[in-house]
């Protein structure tokens, strides 16, 4: 029977790995746990904890949780930036301009920034709220502070109405 263990293995171990593994194989490729791309679902969180991701949500779609960890090592490099913070809400899938300060017309306090965030989604739910402000609060420097804007956007045509009452008034009055 082939086996991992090494030649001076006690009797336990090799009676243990003969019931945990009786075909000596190992399930999948170890090597695609380290993958962002190929990690099996079950695993993702576990790759995300072990890169570091500072922001995670269940709930995201598995596209969104691979990008997410794909993108980790860069964010972290980037760590304190504008590039930072814009490559951590790239991950989201999201359409995102940031505003700073010196930017405003007029101009905003020093040290701030805005990050605006335009969004197809109705309505706009707190989950993606908060996932933006993770982010941004985990990949920004310490020192700055900023504000978040939702824009909602319609592929709707724009319908423009116009109306217009017009009257008369009629005076009578006796005839001198």
Known sequence: MDTLLPPNSAPL????????SPSGQLPGNINH????ALCPVP????????????????D???TK???????????????????AVELGLGALSLATEITEWHQEM??????TFRV???SEVDPVDEALIFDVDSIVVSTKNVRSHHTIRVN?????????????????VITVQPAV
């Open 60 to 62: 995201w779609s598995e």
């Open 106 to 111: 007029p101009l905003a306090e020093p040290g």
């Open 152 to 168: 909602l956007l319609s592929r709707a045509a724009p319908i423009a109405a116009a109306g217009m009452k017009m009257a008369n």
């Open 13 to 20: 171990e090799i009676a243990l790995d003969q019931v945990i």
């Open 116 to 118: 605006d965030v335009f």
């Open 43 to 58: 695993f993702l969180p576990w790759l995300a904890w072990s890169v570091s991701v500072d922001t995670w949500n269940t």
């Open 65 to 83: 949780k691979r990008q997410v960890i794909a993108s980790s090592a860069a964010v972290h490099a980037l760590k304190g930036t504008r590039a």
């Open 33 to 36: 746990l380290w993958s962002a």
